[in-house]
């Protein structure tokens, strides 16, 4: 993790450790502790598991059980995850691509984006967008106090 550059995040996760207000320590959740890093792996690292289950706050998950709740805890997008390359590899497989569709979840296929210019200022700023969106209200106030 060092070497990747990683381990500032493994630090956080090691500093973030905190005893949990209430009763909840009665209750078998003692600690609180943010979550780290995600390693995602394929089949065949079963050795990658072993190196990284005595790591504090790493999470390891294999690619075919991936869900929301690993990849987004809390709702929050953004969870650093790191991909070996034989998991993304393995993404081809279990959900296909735009051409082909999944082995693995049967008849799936991603579907292809809707929109075809990126450019969204250019978008909202052009003339057809302009003429039909409504002007601006002059002194709106959000909350009265």
Sequence with gaps: MKRFGAYEDVQKVIDSKTLRAGKGKLRNKRYQVKKGPLVVYSNENVKLVKAFRNIPGV??????????QTLAPGGQL????????????????IFGSFRKTGEQKSNFQIERAVLSNPDISRIINSNEVQSAVRPAKENFVLHKQ
């Excluded at 999470?59 to 929301?68: F, K, M, P, Q």
């Excluded at 650093?80 to 590899?89: D, E, G, L, N």
């Design 78 to 93: 953004g969870r650093f995850v790191i991909w070996t390359q034989s998991a993304c590899k393995a993404l081809d497989t």
């Design 59 to 68: 999470e390891v998950a294999n690619v075919n059980r991936l869900n929301l």
